[in-house]
């Protein structure tokens, strides 16, 4: 079938809304009619080129082409076709996609670990049959997704179903954006009562964790971004302090934890380089936590950590994927949170985009306006 779809053609160009053609679904493979679609920094690294592999490694990995792009891997939607062994879905669900799919079958996911399915490697490294196509080639689709499009053909193992009676809007957000946040505070850091707490970084990911640090009852939440909208809006979501830069802070954190420093360090910015790593672990006090749960550019290496700090202080450095969470029991579980008046997540959508202004949409992204941008079909 032909669908309109936002494509991205390589590094540093805009995104083409334009027609593009879904092959025959496979035995596995759903049509979604999508209703509403994230604008997440993960689609930016592609356009920046941060998250743009060599051709080397391409090869080395086995991996497909990463260009031209349907992006998108926030989205919900309503199951309008499957294939013959469909099980997880039918006709007429209505479904949030999830980034990283989840087989049920494979060691992670019966071990509790869904984000990291081996499903989910498999689906970026192999080169599947071709069945999305731009202008007569084939095209590639963000996480097998490829939600900026008025119709997306994904495996069944990529699709949560949600109950029919919320907003698709709130069901795109709490396809990444939110859990991985909120599963980085309280899942992968393990954020406990009266814990002092920073977040680095106050995007789509930071404000979460904010959202999940308070949820756990965290006494302090220092909200660190060195933009003022969104040091405002963290205080709204439940932040109780803020500072411009990890340096600002610092004697604040000295303070509040009585020379503790922080119980628990999230750093989201929008992209990780190594001296923000290090500034995060320096906040970080002893016998306590540092997440890391952002996009690096594939060539940074290096961090200027203290080794003596690390030990000595009895330190703990994770990363995270997928804020470390279970997309199927996470995705119905931060929607009753919702329901309950416990989760802000209608006050996370800043703005709404038809599909094809979704270029302005990732101008307010870069330009820092927005918390979270969605295209709504
Ligand atoms: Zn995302
Ligand atoms: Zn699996």
Redo the contacts with the bound molecule.
């Keep these: 079938m032909k669908t309109r779809a936002a494509i991205l053609a390589g590094v540093g160009e805009k995104w083409i809304v334009d027609e593009v053609e879904l092959g025959t679904p496979g035995a596995n493979d759903v049509i979604v009619e999508i209703k509403a679609a994230?604008l997440?920094?993960?689609?930016e690294h592609m356009a920046s080129g941060d998250m743009v592999f060599t051709q080397d490694i391409l090869d080395a990995m086995g991996m497909p082409e990463q260009f031209p792009l349907i992006g998108g891997?926030?989205g919900s939607g309503v199951v309008v076709e499957v294939g013959a062994d469909v099980r997880k879905v039918k006709v007429g669900d209505h479904v949030s996609t999830s980034?990283i799919p989840s087989c049920g079958i494979c060691r992670a996911c019966v071990g509790g670990r869904q984000y990291l399915c081996d499903q989910g490697f498999d689906l970026m490294t192999t080169q599947a049959e071709p069945k999305h196509f731009w202008q007569g080639k084939p095209a590639n689709t963000y996480s097998n997704l490829g939600t900026f499009a008025e119709h997306a053909l994904v495996h069944e193992n990529s699709l949560v179903k949600i109950e029919d009676h919320f907003p698709f809007d709130i069901a795109a957000l709490v396809?990444?954006?939110v859990p991985?946040g909120w599963g980085s505070a309280v899942d992968r850091a393990g954020t406990q009562p009266g814990d002092v707490v920073a977040v680095i970084g106050i995007g789509?990911?930071g404000i979460n964790a904010v959202q999940g640090a308070k949820s756990v009852g965290a006494q302090v939440i220092m909200a660190i971004d060195p933009v003022e909208f969104k040091r405002q809006k963290a205080m709204e979501f439940g932040a109780t302090h803020t500072a411009a830069t990890v340096e600002e802070a610092m004697p604040l954190i000295q303070e509040l934890s009585r020379g503790r420093l922080c119980d628990r360090v999230i750093v989201t910015p929008s992209v990780l380089y190594g001296d923000i790593l290090a500034a995060a672990m320096s906040i970080t006090g002893k016998g306590s936590t540092c997440v890391a749960t952002a996009v690096a550019p594939y060539a940074q290496a290096e961090v200027p950590l203290s080794l003596v700090d690390l030990t000595l202080w009895n330190k703990e450095l994770k990363g995270s994927l997928y804020g470390s969470t279970n997309p199927r029991a996470q995705i119905p579980k931060l929607l009753s949170l919702y329901e309950s008046g416990q989760l802000k997540l209608d006050e996370l959508i800043t703005h709404r985009y038809p599909l094809d202004d979704i270029n302005s949409g990732y101008d307010d992204l870069r330009e820092g306006l927005i918390l979270r941008g969605v295209i709504t079909f």
């Excluded at 997440?40 to 689609?43: A, G, I, V």
Aim: glycine residues 22%; contains cysteine.
């Design positions: 994230g997440c920094h993960s689609e891997h926030e980034f396809s990444c954006g991985t789509g990911i």
